[in-house]
């Protein structure tokens, strides 16, 4: 019904059109015929509050130089089988922001056959999304959606509705292409980064999803909460370039044998990441193993830490976010084993999920009086857009999501609010984090 709906809009649209192209339409000599629909690339990239489809390029039939974004119209849908979306996020009109000349990746061209539009998207534009939380066969998680667009001219009524793929800008320099057998049967997918023209021993980055990122398509990992940015050069400059590792849950990680744990039972998985992690740095020897980073989020959180009490001794740092580990099951023995590897934890007051009273803060409170010289906790009052733009000024995310803080690399204070400090200079936490090394 949606989609009929839409169709009935776009015809309607499409009769007050004239349909005489003008020497200055940037569709100049393109077919006018509805019966020839033209095709567009879809463009996703990870925002701070997930993906977001955030251009379309079109393909055109002849050269053009410029291009103007009042002249057009997006619809789109979004669908997803098995489950049932809001009627205001399923279907609609996408925002055009801006438009100009590229080549068929997007990039910009002074001429050429393909248009790029630019458009908005923000935490409060659900139809931006292309994927969708939601509880499939009794367990909740990101799914992608079928993501259709209609693309309409206005001046010549020329329509593209033929997807030829997407684009994922940072995802696409991933192989996704592997997968880990741990076990009888058993097997995990993982995301893997090498960074190019290594010329000496590099880190490795390992990244653990939240709880809603599971499954067997490493790019819901990637783009659930902007993990894919570890191989943004903005961070990979730190390191001297890095190889970054995003293992993947089949279900979430912390699931016991029998429901889900907090850390008072084992969870199911972390023999089979830890044996993924190892079979990773022997297979690439040019990672060195003196520099190896384990982090989270959330679901995330709790394994990392989960994988540092298991092997205190094999990472050089760890960056920790929402941590979902309770700190009544980490024992005083335990503690001593780990309180010499270093830890910046990143944690909101208001976080309603993971409340920081019974995980990070007497965790972190217990390191300090153990001795720990080197763990640090960036502590919020709540989660705010860092941007100022996609969400206003001031505008609060859910207080769970303090994981943007770690993607976007902003994090620089510890408790009592006093800048970290390396080398005699304040640090954020992937400058902090490269710098450390296990002796």
């Known amino acids: 019904m949606k989609k009929f709906y839409l169709l009935l809009l776009l015809t309607s649209l499409l009769g007050h059109f004239s349909f005489g192209a003008t020497a200055s339409d940037p569709n100049e000599n393109q077919t006018n015929s509805l019966a020839t629909p033209g095709e567009y690339r879809w463009v996703v990239e990870g925002f701070d509050w997930g993906p977001a489809v955030n251009k379309v390029i079109l393909s055109l039939e002849e050269s053009v130089k410029d291009a103007n974004a009042t002249e057009y119209q997006v619809f789109a849908t979004r669908s997803l089988e098995g489950a049932e979306i809001p009627a205001e996020s399923a279907s609609g009109t996408r925002s055009v922001v801006y438009a100009y000349v590229s080549d068929e990746n997007g990039n910009r061209l002074a001429e050429g056959k393909n248009i790029t539009l630019v458009l908005a998207v923000g935490p409060v534009t659900p139809l931006g999304s292309p994927f969708q939380y939601t509880r499939i066969n009794n367990r909740g998680s990101n799914y992608w959606v079928d993501y259709k667009m209609t693309i309409l001219h206005n001046k010549t009524g020329k329509v593209w509705n033929n997807s030829k793929g997407k684009i994922m800008p940072l995802v696409d320099q991933y192989d996704l292409s592997k997968t880990f057998q741990y076990g009888n049967g ?5 995301a893997s980064f090498a960074p190019k023209d290594i010329k000496s021993k590099v880190p490795l980055i390992i990244w653990l999803h939240g709880g809603g990122e599971g499954g067997n398509d490493p790019t819901t990992a990637l783009l659930g909460n902007k993990a894919a940015n570890y191989a943004s050069p903005e961070i990979q400059v730190f390191f001297g370039g890095a190889y970054v590792l995003v293992p993947q849950a089949p279900t979430f990680w912390m699931q016991a044998a029998e429901g889900m744990t907090r850390g008072k039972d084992n969870d199911i998985y972390n023999a089979g990441v830890f044996a993924l992690i190892q079979d990773f740095v022997t297979k690439n020897p040019n990672i060195d193993t003196k520099r190896i980073y384990v982090g989270g989020c959330s679901n995330g959180g709790y394994m990392s830490l989960k994988l540092i009490l298991e092997n205190p001794d094999y990472f050089a740092g760890a960056y920790i976010s929402a941590l979902a580990y309770f700190n009544e099951f980490v024992s005083d023995a335990q503690l001593q084993k780990i309180k010499n590897v270093p830890m910046w934890f990143i944690h909101a007051k208001d976080d309603g999920t993971t409340k920081p009273e019974e995980t990070v803060v007497p965790l972190y409170k217990r390191l300090k009086q153990a001795g720990a010289k080197n763990v640090i906790l960036s502590y919020y009052d709540n989660v705010t ?32 609010g006093s800048p970290v400090m390396l080398n005699g200079r304040p640090v954020t936490i992937m400058e902090w984090l490269a710098a450390q090394k296990k002796k």
């Open 385 to 416: 857009d860092i941007t100022g733009f996609y969400g206003g000024e001031n505008y609060r995310y859910n207080g769970h999501w303090s994981w943007i803080y770690s993607h976007a690399n902003t994090a620089r204070t510890d408790l009592d």
């Open 186 to 190: 058993l097997s995990m997918s993982y």
